[in-house]
């Protein structure tokens, strides 16, 4: 019988997605969502039978939309048909946006590969169960949405709970997204063995989580490679899970390697966070069967603003969001300094309005840079404030709120390569400034 809601609905969602992007109101990323939600709440459920094989999601605090931009990159190039939400919008309102701009007709899909956000993943399992989690890191973010860590493992516990039959893929590095469990299957767990950093950049100084042992006692290390993430253990015998893919890690100054028993990848994009990223999308594919995954993985073009280069009036611009004090810390680890430099902190609802993670995050790495450095965003201040901090010369530092006069003024004085740090929301309005630029 066919659902002549579930058709009224698609038509209109397209309609109003036309308008928007001729009216350069918005990407549509979520509106769309947001308004088939209040007229059919369970448009997602009657969605999601037009996927006809595996349903894969994706959670974690960080690495979300550069893993599922691998995976749904990897399946493409093997001739998978798959809904996406691609551009990051991870909220329930962003996945059905995004189903309900993909569906049309009767046709069906090999897959759909979803990008999850940690505190709507019990909402969005429970109409779109999932055959496949990946649960990439659990890092404290934001505090005013996620509260502690301990919190957002509970929030993603729930959302595994609703999905009974799913299986986990979980990054055994982590001590807190290794202790995840599911209802009707084991764990697979993926993890790195070792790491040789050829690519020139200094630890971070970055403050790391103390982790305890469920007897109690501080989880101890024989190698640790950033934040908790690394081969942990307890006196009490507890200790890091046997990982069932576990590679060995090269990063190379503009790229990096992921061994795996006698294959090995090469990966267009550097930094030990976006290795963690393409492994677990390597593992997902190689469950699911997927066997040609050098070469696409090879030619992956990142998502926007994950490591992204562009050009902007003949500069070479590279684009890294930052949201929290890991990340961002790893981000800055791999900055150029002798780039000319953008930073732009906004406290919106998405971005989290508590920007108390500058603190915490290893800005001192930039002190060192060689040009001004320019600040931007809603907390262009707090901003100033922090590389003050560090040492950072006042005098270098420039303070203009305004997204665009910034970027205007950066292109002004630049005679080098351009790096731009944004938060999230400053990411969206970036990326709706490029048409203008």
Known sequence: ???????????????????????????????????????????????????????????????????????????????????????????LTGVVNAFALSISGNMSYDNCVIEADEAYLSKT???????????????????????????????????????????????????????????????VYFGVRSLEDRSGNKETSAPEEIFNCPCGRVLKYSQKFYAQQGHYYCECGYKRPSPDYEAEVILEKDYSVIKIGNEEYKFPLIGLFNAYNALAAIVLLKIIGIENIKTPLLEYKTEFGRSEVRDIRGHKTLI?????????????????????????INDNYADGRDVSWLWDADFERLKGAKYSIIVSGTRAEDMAVRL???????????????????????????????????????????????KKL
């Not at 949201?323 to 780039?339: H, M, Q, R």
């Not at 970027?407 to 351009?418: A, F, Q, V």
């Open 320 to 344: 890294q969001l930052i949201k929290n004090p890991t990340g961002a810390s790893e981000v800055i680890k791999s900055t150029d300094l002798e780039s000319n430099l953008l930073i732009i």
């Open 125 to 187: 399992g429970e109409q779109l169960p999932a055959d496949y989690l990946i649960v990439t890191n659990l890092f404290r973010d934001q505090l005013d949405r996620y509260g502690e860590l301990d919190t957002t493992k509970q929030k993603i516990q729930a959302g595994i709970d609703v999905m009974p039959e799913v299986q986990l893929v979980l990054n055994a590095d982590d001590p807190l997204a290794a202790t995840l469990k599911g209802k009707a299957k084991k764990p």
């Open 1 to 91: 019988m066919r659902d002549i809601k579930l058709i009224l609905t698609l038509g209109l969602a397209k309609s109003i997605y036309k308008l928007i992007r001729l009216t350069n109101a918005g990407e549509g990323t979520s509106f769309i969502g947001a308004l088939i939600l209040k007229n059919y709440p369970g448009f997602l459920s009657a969605a999601g039978r037009f996927v006809k094989s595996e349903k894969i999601m994706v959670t974690g605090t960080n690495g979300k939309t550069t893993t599922c931009g691998i995976i749904n990159h990897i399946l493409k190039a093997n001739k998978r048909t798959v809904i996406a939400n691609s551009k990051g919008a991870n909220m």
């Open 388 to 434: 003050k901090y560090t040492g950072f010369s006042s005098d270098k530092i420039v303070v203009i709120p305004n997204i665009r006069n910034a970027i205007d003024y950066t292109l002004s004085i630049s005679e080098n390569n351009i790096t731009i740090l944004p938060t999230y929301t400053a990411l969206l309005e970036l990326n709706k400034l490029w």
